[in-house]
């Protein structure tokens, strides 16, 4: 069965209103779901996102998240979606992030273990998500789809009986597949210390994706980016926006003019 998570968030309403001004200004013949449906590669993008010019960008504009992604320097929507899964305070304290980002950056060569290739060759064998658990229960472990998803949420709910069972049919698994004592036991620790703050793929896709949409938006058109962000943001917000606009963009506020200011910033360029 398909689980649908539906948020409410106003950074949906926002996009749809840089779209509006990109599409009746410059006749940009955008939408939400073409952006998303493309290649999700605009080199603008990521460069923007690498220099730090993360402000108004939906899950990015904090601090700490803005200097991860300078670090992390992305380059594709994966590199996206792990940095949602991986900045968090779990994932930091454990160290994950920071294996992640030396792997990333080449400076440290990443280490599969036995069976693990497949399911955590797409984050230099560091394990990020829900569903490289499940998996490696399934491909080193033996378990079954199902068992996998009940491994994840036993050890969420730190159930220690019933998961020292599951150990023992995961030990006896991996000896059956052929795996090495000694890899199958690091790899049951890395499963049962990361099963409690792993993050959902699918849920980090949906916000990464989102991300990239008005990080696209305020690359290719920043006055209508910044159009919409002035409007949304409250009284101390927009010196921080006036700033990076002057240091990432050709956009630029004018003085008010009696015979054309408005209540509320608006483009008209």
């Given at each position: 069965l398909l689980k649908n998570d539906c948020l409410g968030i106003k950074e949906l309403s926002k996009i749809q209103a840089v779209l509006d001004i990109c599409n009746r200004e410059y006749e940009a013949g955008l939408t939400f779901e073409g952006l998303v449906r493309g290649r999700l590669d605009d080199e603008k993008t990521y460069r923007l996102l690498s220099e730090g010019y993360t402000q108004n960008v939906f899950q990015f504009a904090s601090r700490g998240m803005t200097r991860f992604l300078q670090d992390m320097r992305p380059e594709r929507i994966?590199?996206?979606?792990?940095?949602?899964?991986?900045?968090?305070?779990a994932t930091l304290e454990s160290g994950?992030?920071?294996k992640f980002l030396l792997c990333r950056r080449e400076e440290v060569a990443p280490v599969?273990?036995?069976?693990?290739?497949?399911?955590?060759k797409n984050t230099y064998g560091v394990l990020v998500f829900q569903e490289q658990l499940a998996q490696m229960a399934r491909e080193v472990g033996a378990f079954s789809l199902?068992?996998?998803?009940?491994?994840?949420?036993?050890?969420?709910?730190?159930?220690?009986?019933?998961?020292?069972?599951?150990?023992?049919?995961?030990?006896?698994g991996a000896a059956a597949k052929g795996c090495p004592r000694e890899d199958a036991t690091r790899i049951w620790e890395m499963i049962e210390a990361g099963g409690g703050y792993l993050f959902n793929a699918s849920h980090a896709t949906a916000y990464a994706v989102t991300s990239y949409v008005?990080?696209?938006?305020?690359?290719?058109y920043p006055t209508a980016f910044?159009?919409?962000?002035?409007?949304?943001?409250?009284?101390?917000?927009?010196?921080?926006?006036?700033?990076?606009?002057?240091?990432?963009?050709?956009?630029?506020?004018?003085?008010?003019?009696?015979?054309?200011?408005?209540?509320?910033?608006?483009t008209n360029y």
């Open positions: 994966d590199d996206l979606i792990a940095a949602n899964a991986l900045y968090r305070p994950s992030a920071e599969y273990l036995w069976g693990t290739y497949e399911a955590l199902a068992e996998g998803v009940r491994l994840l949420k036993l050890i969420s709910k730190k159930k220690v009986s019933e998961i020292h069972a599951l150990k023992e049919k995961f030990m006896s008005g990080a696209y938006l305020k690359a290719n910044y159009t919409v962000a002035l409007q949304w943001a409250d009284d101390k917000e927009i010196p921080l926006l006036m700033s990076e606009m002057e240091l990432c963009s050709n956009a630029r506020i004018v003085p008010p003019e009696i015979n054309t200011s408005r209540q509320e910033f608006f």
